[in-house]
Every structure is written in structure tokens, then in C-alpha cells.
Nanobody, 126 residues
Framework: VQLQASGGGLVQAGGPLRLSCAAS????????MGWFRQAPGKEREFVAA????????YYADSVKGRFTISRGNAKNTVYLQMNSLKPEDTAVYYC????????????????????WGQGTEVTVSS
């Protein structure tokens, strides 16, 4: 199984950025696809998740209303559309996959995810 995150970069505060996570190696129909982030000197934190077949979406309070997670038309691709970015959104963003029924019950717990991508860096300048 491989998760390939991409789309990070440098953006000004208030601007948008879209991250992609291409998943391969198995069928992900019973999986939660999640995004986490880790800022320098801070612990990893949950950002957003989507249940692949159930379609439910879930967000951390800090990004609710600004970020949108979605499944792409391309097979096994998950996107994180980030709008109204703030300097505090600066972090390395990771996509991850967790085998899960629906509704998911452990989607905010990073140690419950089965697979992780390599991370993509997002820097928001003020």
C-alpha cells in the first residue's frame, strides 16, 4: 500500500491551496482517509477525514469552514482544499488510511491509522 501526498508549497495568508493524496495497492472502500499535520515543535494533530464508501466528512474545529476534504474522480484520490489559510496552518501535512466501519469511531486517533504517506509541507506567510 502506498499513499502519495502532494500539493504543498508556500502561500500567502488568506490564499488557497489544494493537497492531493493518491492511494494505491488495495481497495479502500472500507477505509477512512485522513489528513493530519505536524507543525515544528508541536504534536501531530488531526485535520480532516472522509469515509471512502460512507462519504461522511469530519473536521477539526480549527479548520472547519475553511478546509474541505473530498474524493476525486480519479481512482483512490483524496483531496484537501484549504481556503483562507492562516500562518498557524503552517505544517507538514500527511495523509493516512484506516480500516473502518461506518460511521468511523477512531478517525482522530493517528495511532489507529494503518498506512501513512510521506507528507507534504505547507508554509503560510503573513
Amino acid at each position: 500500500v502506498q499513499l502519495q501526498a502532494s500539493g504543498g508549497g508556500l502561500v500567502q495568508a488568506g490564499g488557497p491551496l489544494r493537497l492531493s493524496c493518491a492511494a494505491s495497492g488495495r481497495t479502500f472502500s472500507n477505509y477512512v482517509m485522513g489528513w493530519f499535520r505536524q507543525a515544528p515543535g508541536k504534536e501531530r494533530e488531526f485535520v480532516a477525514a472522509i469515509h471512502w464508501s460512507g462519504g461522511g466528512t469530519y473536521y477539526a474545529d480549527s479548520v472547519k469552514g475553511r478546509f474541505t476534504i473530498s474524493r476525486g474522480n480519479a481512482k483512490n484520490t483524496v483531496y484537501l482544499q484549504m481556503n483562507s489559510l492562516k500562518p498557524e496552518d503552517t505544517a507538514v501535512y500527511y495523509c493516512a488510511a484506516q480500516y473502518s466501519g461506518f460511521p468511523p469511531t477512531r478517525l482522530t486517533l493517528g495511532d489507529k491509522y494503518d498506512y501513512w504517506g510521506q507528507g507534504t509541507e505547507v508554509t503560510v506567510s503573513s
